[in-house]
């Protein structure tokens, strides 16, 4: 396990800390273990605990799980770095998967530099010199992954954009990928057949003396019971979920390969997330669990996961950095992180990228 690696090297390990109860959700609620409140600003939800202590600055550096996005949208929400790598580029032996075909290990950090320290230790390798700004050239998909941003979102993103052009990254705008929203619906279809399998696994393999159903109706987290019931009682054929894995998922992946060859890119470029920050208390349970976005009410898990699956589905390593401008805004809602993505296994290549673009971020300001 990497937990296991780390300590071997020397690594000192702080604790557990509190995620979503089953790892299903980016609420930041756990009925058992109370809920995540954002140390900066507590009326705020901070998703993952360990992504709370990195920003908090009481250790430096959290492993996390990612299936769909949760642990970089934590990062977003604490304005931290995170690190989503090629699945089994790190030791991933961990517990229980809620995908077998999406879920990895994350590194939490407050800095690029942190990270590359951390991975230069678990590879046991130096990565190479940091990238010029105008060796660097990056994708940017209009359709969809652009669409529906909030209006503070779209500014501080869009400004970043045009700063980074200004110093030299090379840009690609007007080409796209055909269907993507259609293809992107695959993850969905893959976590609702594979969370149960793996849920199962996990109990036959800890010999626990507990059905499925048992597990479920122990959650006490009503935004949880609520999700899972409706997996339960939604369960996916076989048919259909692997038409989602070898059909869909797999044309999602050529799809993204040919569009970096034609436009000879080193990563794509995105807001982690497409909403501001949300208050805990601002998940309206009597509507299905939404949040206000955009002057409409929305699915907060839903609306939370919508850039960041594409990365998931398609197995592409991906690192979320926080727009810095000098000190953090005041206004909490205010703070926004870009996600960086590539090819899969070009994980060495993506951190150069993000070391640069943040170096060029804390130069500007």
Request: aromatic share 8%; with cysteine; proline share 2%.
């Amino acid at each position: 396990m990497l937990v296991s690696k780390l300590q071997n090297l020397g690594a000192l390990i702080a604790g557990k800390t509190n995620m979503n109860e089953m790892g299903y959700g980016t609420s930041g609620r756990n009925y058992y273990h109370n809920d995540m409140p954002n140390h900066k600003h507590s009326d705020y939800s901070a998703i993952e605990g360990g992504a709370a202590l990195v920003s908090n600055e009481s250790v430096d550096v959290a492993i996390g799980t990612d299936t769909l996005g949760v642990s970089r949208i934590a990062a977003a929400s604490n304005q931290i770095v995170c690190y989503k790598p090629t699945i089994n580029r790190y030791p991933n032996d961990y517990g229980f998967k809620m995908s077998q075909s999406m879920s990895t290990v994350t590194l939490q950090t407050r800095s690029m530099e942190d990270l590359i320290f951390i991975d230069d230790v678990i590879q046991g390798k130096n990565n190479e010199k940091v990238m010029n700004l105008s060796e660097i050239k990056l994708g940017i998909i209009q359709d969809y992954m652009q669409e529906d941003l909030d209006p503070v979102v779209n500014q501080k993103f869009n400004s970043f954009i045009k700063t980074l052009e200004l110093n030299g990254v090379n840009f690609i705008r007007n080409d796209g990928i055909c269907n993507l929203l259609t293809l992107l619906r695959a993850s969905g279809t893959i976590l609702q057949y594979e969370y149960f399998r793996g849920l199962q696994d996990y109990i036959d393999k800890n010999s626990l003396d507990k059905t499925i159903e048992q597990l479920i109706d122990k959650s006490q987290t009503a935004q949880t019971r609520h999700y899972l019931f409706k997996l339960k009682d939604n369960r996916m054929s076989e048919l259909r979920y692997k038409q989602a894995l070898f059909i869909q998922r797999a044309e999602l992946i050529e799809k993204m390969q040919e569009y970096f060859m034609r436009n000879n890119l080193d990563a794509i470029i995105y807001p982690t997330m497409v909403c501001k920050p949300f208050k805990l208390k601002g998940i309206q349970e009597e509507f299905g669990y939404k949040i206000n976005h955009n002057e409409r009410q929305v699915s907060q898990l839903g609306i939370s996961l919508r850039n960041t699956r594409l990365s998931s589905l398609a197995n592409m390593p991906s690192i979320s950095i926080p727009i810095k401008s000098g000190i953090q805004d005041i206004d909490f809602e205010k703070n926004v992180n870009f996600e960086l993505a590539s090819l899969t296994w070009n994980d060495r290549k993506l951190l150069r990228i993000g070391q640069a673009l943040e170096k060029d971020i804390n130069t500007t300001q």
